[in-house]
């Protein structure tokens, strides 16, 4: 498709319920000079100053990758197959990285119908996504610009219609993923109750995700999102912390300690001790006992 914009400068239809205002597609293979000026002056923006518009906007970035801002979201790498969700009168910029350029498309739009969406979907606190899959969010956008390229004054309620088959998916995707990240977390909640109750065994991450039913990949991110370690990683701080406890509670040697909380050997017990207290199982136990 060639690079195209249409701006329903003045409504075709005072339709209360969902309106188009514009839409577009552009493809950058290099980002220099971005955006171009060929859009209505309220819709031109720099990097430096960024704008504001008045209405809301969908942007589907389909290849490449770049950088997005607002006021309530910090500058941040965005890829192919992010969504961009723009609001009235919220300062935003965006532009594609230099040496990868994008696909983009957006539409604008406004009515009872995007406003009651827009904000339900503000509620999951961000203003960009990411989905695993969204070959069928394009598919729509594409349908939605080709017929606005093609007989764009015969075909308004058809774009508005698809306008609002883009909504809906998007609230669905929304939905889906919320419940898989509140599956997930729950499966991090029991899977550190599962470790804490099995320290002195030898424990294998993938197993552990299998036990709590999810798959290891996203048990991994999510565990990670949770609590800023790896599976792994927190398993070892786990022992670490109980080895500590036994040390300034118990006359137990190290080389029970290791074997109670689960490490492979006393050596291994005694050198990862070292290198994450600054001192020897034995020398901490005495430090703790002069205080």
């Not at 319920?17 to 971005?34: K, M, P, R, T, V």
């Amino acid at each position: 498709m060639n690079n195209f914009n249409k701006y329903w400068l003045i409504p075709q239809q005072n339709n209360q319920f969902l309106q188009i205002l514009n839409c577009g597609y552009n493809s950058y293979n290099e980002a220099n000079d971005y955006p171009q000026n060929i859009h209505p002056e309220e819709y031109i923006f720099s990097w430096e100053k960024g704008r504001r518009l008045q209405e809301y906007q969908l942007v589907f970035i389909a290849r490449g990758g770049g950088l997005f801002e607002t006021e309530t979201t910090n500058s941040t790498s965005i890829s192919g197959g992010t969504l961009l969700l723009l609001y009235p009168d919220r300062w935003h910029r965006y532009k594609p990285n230099p040496t990868t350029g994008w696909d983009e498309y957006w539409i604008g739009i406004q009515g009872n119908y995007a406003i009651a969406v827009l904000e339900n979907i503000e509620a999951f606190g961000h203003e960009h996504y990411c989905f695993e899959s969204s070959a069928d969010l394009h598919d729509l956008f594409i349908k939605l610009t080709n017929l606005a390229y093609q007989d764009w004054q015969n075909s308004t309620p058809l774009i508005e219609g698809i306008a609002a088959n883009i909504m809906g998916l998007i609230q669905y995707k929304l939905a889906r993923e919320h419940e898989k990240e509140t599956s997930s977390t729950n499966a991090v909640s029991k899977a550190i109750l599962y470790m804490q109750d099995h320290l002195n065994e030898l424990l294998d991450m993938k197993q552990v995700a299998k036990e709590m039913n999810i798959g290891y990949s996203l048990f991994r991110k999510r565990f990670k999102d949770v609590t800023g370690f790896s599976p792994a990683q927190y398993l070892i701080e786990l022992r670490l912390t109980k080895a500590r406890k036994l040390l300034k509670e118990t006359n137990l040697s190290a080389k029970e300690i290791a074997f109670m909380t689960g490490f492979e050997s006393e050596q291994y017990f005694n050198r990862l001790f070292k290198s994450k207290n600054l001192s020897t199982p034995n020398s901490f136990r005495k430090v703790g006992l002069i205080h």
